[in-house]
């Protein structure tokens, strides 16, 4: 966050818009107090000057420095202020932002001009981009607009048309082929772009999912075996060999698949069965979580332990070590195809319980980054609300989280249920100076529209406050604090 814009908006705190700029957070003129301001000033890496005087014990820091690589974001509307002028962020994901393959080139014709602005708004704020190679043109797609079966059950079909789920129509399933178009829409985005513009390139959205990648079914007739995942192989090849060439320092992901454990399922075929895995410095995967409609069987963040779980048990000998990315995950859709039925939380009080579990679970179990999804998309696990031009109830628990972590340079080290109450939660995070705090949650306790139940539970004597989602420090009495279904951070102060 640049200090002059930091200045800037605080001079116009009163709720007046400053012309040309996105609208202070609300949140932030009382959270100040809390010294939450100090924190995302120090996660953005901006100096706050010399910490305040503090027992050796105090926790977290107050100024906890640079953002660390864990937190990444999907964006969507140029239109939108950039995350990390609201929010402490380092990574952004390019899937919807309209810079697909498919929105750039036009018969081999490139249009750069909103990727252009994408990358220069990264550049301007130092956060990095993760780009994702996805959605083949309807021109050069083997079910695309050219061919005598166009495939118009993609995603993205009304906005690219037909094809853009399928192979390219000069790649074999087998995996040979020129690959020609592909080749030459990398090339001429590396050459645009030029090293270091772009440090993560992943292939491919969700390979699992028919209407992101349909290779295997296109390839059905052809008796090739794991067709969808030779191609893919080879387009990762192709990628790494023309990007390294110009930026010896890109590192490439392999493909992320969905949807709970098919998610690894996926990735272990993949890399068991292809040479993909060659190709890939990264292991990445989706995160979502979901298993049926709410309100009964809404999704539950803890869930997420056992995807990461499973995923890494099925790793081959050479894919294990490397880091894991999650570059989408959230508390999933609002609605499905039909405009009705709904597979996400929607309460706000439950929207900010399940991101904070979400965020310690992935951290506790290793993931190296994560990119929510998403920042802006209304209805869809946004943080920032067009209509108020400020952060929601999420974006808020959102940097408390970025706060207790120390910008991502804490570790959680441990989560754990309490073996008499099953259902309650607690996550060790020790920061970079050793100094620890306990989050604590229980998942039988209830919270929707501001009324929350709780529990009094008994706290280690070493803990004398916690921190809520909303920012507040509250000081502990006699040992006992009210716990429930929304983390809060016992802390030393």
Partial sequence: MRLGYVLGLLRHKSGRPVPGRPQFPRFLTGAIQAGVFLAMIGCAGVSSGPPPAKSPAQYPDPSPGTTGSFFGINANSLADPWPATMIPVSSWRSLGASVKWADIDSNGVYDWSRLDK???????????????????????????????????????????????????SDLNCDGTGSNQAFQNFVSALIQHAGPGAIKYWELWNEPNVDAQWNGDADCAASGVQHAGNLMLARMAKDLRTIVRAADAKAMFTTPAATSATNAGNWLADYLTNTDGGNYADINAFHGYVGTGMCPSECPVAERVQFQIE??????PPAAQGKPLFDTEGAWGAPKNANGKKVNAITDADQQQSF????????????????????????N????????TH??????????????????GSAKVESCSTNPSVP????????????????AIWDTAQSC???????VDVTVPSQFNAYLDLGGNANTISGQQVAVGLKPILLIQQ
């Fill in 380 to 387: 869809m696990s946004s943080f920032y609300d067009a209509g």
């Fill in 118 to 168: 994408w990358l220069a708004q990264a550049k301007a704020q130092k956060t990095d981009v993760l780009y994702t190679v996805y959605a083949t043109p309807s021109w050069a797609s083997s079910r695309g607009m050219n061919s005598a079966s166009p495939n118009s059950g993609c995603t993205y079909q009304q906005q690219n048309g037909p094809g853009v789920c399928d192979p390219p």
């Fill in 448 to 454: 929707e529209s501001g009324n929350c139940s709780t």
């Fill in 423 to 438: 259902s309650q939660w607690t996550c060790i995070i020790k920061s970079p100076k050793g100094l620890e705090s306990q």
């Fill in 355 to 378: 991101l904070a579990r979400y965020y310690l679970m992935q951290m506790w179990k290793g993931v190296a980054k994560f990119y929510w999804w998403n920042w802006d998309l209304a």
């Fill in 390 to 407: 400020s952060l929601n109830q999420a974006g808020v628990a959102y940097t408390q989280i970025v706060r207790w972590t120390n910008g």
């Fill in 310 to 315: 499973h995923l890494t048990s099925l790793l």
